[in-house]
């Protein structure tokens, strides 16, 4: 049995040529989708994805502003540039690039946006709204996932799905949409006893949890799909994933590979989230 390699760049760009017409169809009606995004401080990884969600929404015709603030800029006046956002009728979605320094409390901020503005899906409104299964603004990683599963004819219904990470960003919200799906959910994360006695039992597993191919074949099910959202930079300038894809790749069913799985579906759910927002804030 050979294995499916999910690309994600692929789907990426398949879906980024039927959202540039979507655009369109919004200029010829006078909107104009503009994402606003705040960088705080200069960490590399953050720079790289910001200019990345630059250039995509420059090649469909979305506007962006990319507003980079100091290392000590402080909570109230991070706030304060928040809410002038929110009251600027020309923008349409906000983004702030996390992680955030340690002085910055991250919740009150991201709670701060307008949740009809909140293109990440991580205002408190907008992940309450897809816990009890209504429109929401779902966050870019994991509908990305679904997105490329989807795409990939894997069978969701029935299954169980594991989960490393319990983040607000990937493990929660992914969770969520499987279960939506009728997958059967595990949440594992750092404390989970036993972990590989747990993953070995998924069919699908998706793997959040920030460690450099922690993942390997012993891990795993023969035959399972397996979803890598790890993306560590290693000293030699290489991207690798939570999965040891070497590995695993030969036991799984499906497996998406780092880079080019996860990490571009998340950019252009992005540009997704941000013309639905042009549309539901005019
Ligand atoms: N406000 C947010 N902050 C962060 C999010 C987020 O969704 N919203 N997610 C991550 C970072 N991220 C987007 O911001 C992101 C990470 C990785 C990729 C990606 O496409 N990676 C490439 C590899 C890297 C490269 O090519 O240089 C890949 O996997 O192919 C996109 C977006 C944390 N912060």
Do not use: W
């Not at 294995?3 to 540039?20: P, Q």
């Not at 899906?121 to 994991?142: Q, S």
């Not at 920030?210 to 035959?223: N, V």
């Amino acid at each position: 049995m050979s294995t499916t390699i999910m690309y994600g760049n692929t789907l990426a760009k398949k879906m980024s040529a039927e959202l540039k017409k979507e655009v369109e169809q919004l200029h010829d009606v006078d909107i104009y989708p503009t994402l606003t995004v705040l960088i705080i401080g200069d960490n590399p990884a953050s720079k790289t994805y910001v200019r990345m969600k630059q250039k995509a929404c420059e090649k469909i015709g979305i506007q962006s502003n990319v507003v980079e603030l100091q290392d000590d800029i402080s909570e109230s006046e991070l706030l304060g540039k928040i809410n002038q956002l929110n009251q600027d009728p020309t923008v349409h979605g906000i983004l702030v690039q996390l992680p955030l320094p340690q002085h910055i409390n991250e919740k009150k901020v991201l709670e701060y946006i307008h949740p009809q503005k909140d293109v990440d899906g991580f205002h408190p409104i907008n992940v309450g709204r897809l816990a009890i299964g209504h429109d929401a603004l779902i966050p870019c990683t994991p509908i990305g996932i679904i997105k490329l599963l989807e795409s990939y004819n894997v069978d969701i219904q029935g299954k169980h799905a594991v989960i490393i990470g319990r983040s607000n960003i990937v493990g929660k919200p992914i969770g969520q949409l499987l279960l939506n799906q009728n997958a059967t959910v595990t949440y594992t994360h750092s404390k989970t006893n036993n972990l590989s006695h747990m993953t070995r039992q998924a069919d699908i597993l998706i793997v959040a949890v920030g460690k450099a191919q922690f993942i390997s074949e012993d891990d795993i099910k023969e035959g399972a799909v397996i979803v890598d959202v790890g993306n560590t930079f290693l000293e030699n300038g290489k991207v690798v994933g939570d999965v040891d894809f070497e590995s695993v790749k030969e036991k799984a069913n499906k497996i998406t590979p780092v880079p080019k799985g996860v990490g571009p579906m998340t950019i252009t759910m992005l540009l997704h989230n941000t013309i639905k927002a042009a549309r539901n804030t005019v």
